[in-house]
């Protein structure tokens, strides 16, 4: 049974970076895509980034440069770093498994989420 | 347009059809899926590729597509199905992005 588990810190100082780690049990972290999915207290769901196990990372535009995203395969874990941080990122952050099946239409689909961490900005 | 619309409410009776949509260039070429919410709870996949179903995804979920519109559907709604459906997709403007819809709060009366 693949199972994700987000960790780090619940309270981040502004304009400090937040730094959140994703331990995948039950599975490789190789051969995935592994993404950041986050949720601002009362509204929907935002798409953050994602990384491949060889590194390949692609992020949402509007975060891009202040986003910084590794893997470790060794540990069977990643990582995201939020730079420059405002009230404006309080929210669960949750870590997800990304699938690709490629085709005439492609689909992607998140099949296995973490429970979330609770992060909040705030002096 | 990288933008997935959804209506922000629908209501179904018990036992009713219940049907959710979401529209956006992007599903013209890419399929969409489909994730419920629970309060205090993380997303859970339910409908992913043409229409399929996760394991232990009831068979009363089922997913369709037409042009640049997705539909959820839940046939014979339970009091269990009440929760918050997001639709996700790429964004065909920028190909490596993903992008979810708004949400859709689902009641079942």
């Known amino acids: 049974q693949v199972q994700l588990q987000e960790s780090g810190p619940g309270l981040v100082k502004p304009s400090e970076t937040l730094s959140l780690t994703c331990t995948v049990s039950?599975?490789?972290?190789?051969?995935?895509?592994w993404s950041w999915i986050r949720q601002p207290p009362g509204k929907g769901l935002e798409w953050i980034s994602y990384?491949?196990?060889?590194?390949?990372?692609n992020y949402d535009p509007s975060l891009k440069s202040r986003v910084i995203l590794s893997v470790d395969t060794a540990k069977n874990q990643f990582y995201l770093n939020l730079t420059s941080v405002t009230p404006a990122d309080t929210g669960v952050y949750y870590c997800?498994?990304?699938?690709?099946?490629?085709?005439?239409?492609?689909?992607?689909?998140?099949?296995?989420w973490g429970q979330g961490t609770m992060v909040f900005v705030s002096s | 347009s990288s933008e997935l619309t959804q209506d922000p409410a629908v209501s179904v009776a018990l036992g009713q059809t219940a049907r959710i949509t979401c529209q956006g260039d992007?599903?013209?070429?890419?399929?969409a899926s489909w994730y419920q919410q629970k309060p205090g709870q993380a997303p859970i996949l339910v409908i992913y590729?043409?229409?399929n179903r996760p394991s232990g995804i009831p068979d009363r979920f089922s997913g369709s597509s037409s042009g640049n519109t997705a539909a959820l559907t839940i046939t014979g709604a339970q009091a269990e199905d009440e929760a918050d459906y997001y639709c996700?997709?790429?964004?065909?403007?920028?190909?490596?992005?993903?992008?979810f819809g708004s949400g859709t709060k689902v009641t079942v009366l």
């Open positions: 997800a498994r990304r699938i690709r099946v490629l085709g005439v239409v492609n689909d992607v689909h998140f099949d296995i």
């Open positions: 039950g599975a490789s972290i190789s051969g995935h895509h």
């Open positions: 990384i491949s196990y060889s590194g390949t990372t």
């Open positions: 992007s599903l013209r070429n890419f399929y």
């Open positions: 590729g043409k229409n």
């Open positions: 996700h997709s790429r964004d065909s403007t920028y190909y490596h992005r993903d992008v």
